[in-house]
Nanobody, 124 residues
């Protein structure tokens, strides 16, 4: 059974930083692209960032480009989202997700497996 467990959310002031973690079990972590998405209250879920299965390529939503960074640690089966210069509009539940396509491309949607989500709240 594939499981994704997130941690690292919390309350931070505008301009602050947080690092989210997502540990994957139950499948070969190395073979699948990973992504982060978020959902704010009353809004649809939106793509935030993705990293290739080999870890050498990333891409980001325009709204977080230059402020967020996604990375992965193969020894720990963990993907990270470093969030800097946080803004109130970054407030959301953040989800990590795993692609269902082994050695496939990075994607903005259609992920196969999801974590439970972690709340990030940025106060103004």
């Amino acid at each position: 059974q594939v499981q994704l467990v997130e941690s690292g959310g919390g309350l931070v002031q505008t301009g602050g930083s947080l690092r989210l973690s997502c540990t994957v079990s139950g499948r070969a972590f190395t073979n699948y692209p990973m992504g982060w998405l978020r959902q704010a209250p009353g809004k649809e879920r939106e793509f935030v960032a993705a990293i290739s299965w080999a870890g050498e390529t990333t891409f980001y939503a325009d709204s977080v480009q230059g402020r967020f960074a996604v990375s992965r640690d193969y020894a720990k089966n963990t993907v990270y989202l470093q969030m800097n210069s946080l803004k109130p509009e970054d407030t959301a539940v953040y989800y990590c997700a795993s692609s269902g396509v082994e050695y496939g491309p990075m994607v903005r949607e259609r992920y196969a497996y999801w974590g439970q989500g972690t709340q990030v709240t940025v106060s103004s």
